[in-house]
């Protein structure tokens, strides 16, 4: 599937190896989230191409570079190699929340530019390879991987017997380069420790609504992206309407609580040229004050009064404000969410 954004870039999505684009330059992971630290793992695969002649499909690839003296060049496609589904989710059956689900992964990767992302079919047979058999047949065979880039942390094969290093071994006898990112820290002021930048530490950031640093392990503001839907309509009674958002099921969900947002309504996917030019406030919870029983995620946009069902919301998350909680009456409900709203408003001009 080619995969095109708003300004043309196109990315190439491949749900098995059968239907991708070769030979391969590929970055190997997981890469949920697409942080920082994705980002060095990514960057080897793109950089040497630029000056390659890509050949063309069907042309003899079994070169021996280690015995020619003048291997022809060959241009190979930048290629994201992930899984699906997430190997926690298929050995433990429990579904995984994202932090980018299939949409965003895809328009984070395009904007690095990446020409290709493959997801390959995580099953008890792909589980089940030795990592010699995994570079062998994946790698080798079906990738025709001509380098590839991983981080120093990355496993693979049964058990995740496989580490960065002996996929460099293993890779070398096929005369493939394997190039090994050592890991990005982060250093956090309380406590003051270093941490290497993971979708976990993003993931605990989020569970605890510290926002600031999971935005900046990131590299962008965290987004929840979903459709406008009809909600209880209770925010209009008391003066202030919001937008009940639907989201992926398999998205990530931060703490529950009140958010000062920017706010963008979308035609597609949103990439880096995308204005979140409306301030508001989300809150994300069960409204317990009006004796709400389902996790809603609901968006007051400043000076919005026009009809939002059906259209598509990106809202960027840029500071958790304060925890939800059950008010004694609505009134008090509504004098809280204005003093929100003033302090969100403040919050988010003073950045501009």
Not at 183 to 207: C, F, M, N, V
Not at 306 to 328: H, I, N, T
Request: charged content about 20%; some cysteine.
């Amino acid at each position: 599937m080619l995969n095109l954004s708003k300004n043309g870039r196109s990315m190439w999505v491949a749900s098995s190896t059968k239907k991708m684009l070769k030979p391969t330059a590929v970055a190997l992971g997981k890469f949920d989230g697409v942080h920082l630290g994705h980002h060095r793992v990514i960057q080897p695969i793109l950089l040497p191409a630029k000056n390659e002649t890509r050949r063309v499909e069907g042309d003899d690839l079994s070169t021996n570079s280690a015995t020619s003296t003048t291997p022809p060049k060959e241009q190979t496609y930048s290629t994201v190699v992930t899984f699906d589904p997430h190997p926690l989710e298929f050995f433990t059956g429990q579904p995984r929340p994202l932090l980018t689900p299939l949409d965003e992964k895809v328009q984070q990767l395009r904007s690095l530019g990446v020409e290709q992302l493959v997801l390959l079919p995580f099953d008890k047979k792909l589980s089940a390879l030795s990592p010699q058999e995994f570079v062998e047949q994946i790698l080798v065979e079906q990738l025709q991987c001509r380098r590839i880039s991983v981080g120093q942390d990355f496993c693979f094969g049964k058990q995740r017997r496989g580490t960065a290093k002996d996929l460099q071994l293993l890779a070398a006898k096929h005369h493939i380069p394997v190039t090994i990112v050592s890991l990005q820290t982060y250093t956090d002021k309380a406590p003051t420790q270093e941490a290497p930048i993971s979708t976990s530490l993003i993931r605990h950031y989020l569970e605890s609504g510290d926002i600031k640093n999971a935005n900046l392990l990131l590299g962008r503001p965290y987004s929840l992206i979903g459709t406008v839907i009809p909600g209880q309509k209770m925010g209009r009674t008391i003066g202030f309407p919001t937008a009940n958002l639907q989201l992926p099921k398999d998205k990530f969900v931060p703490r529950q609580g009140v958010y000062a947002v920017r706010a963008a309504i979308l035609s597609e996917t949103p990439d880096a040229t995308t204005a979140y030019q409306n301030l508001g406030v989300m809150n994300i919870g069960n409204r317990p004050t009006v004796n709400g029983s389902n996790l809603s995620v609901e968006v007051h946009l400043f000076d919005w009064s026009s009809d939002l069902y059906g259209q598509k919301l990106a809202v960027q998350l840029v500071e958790f404000l304060r925890p939800e909680q059950k008010f004694p009456s609505l009134e008090d409900l509504k004098t809280q969410i204005q003093l929100d709203c003033t302090v969100a408003r403040e919050l988010l001009n003073a950045e501009c």
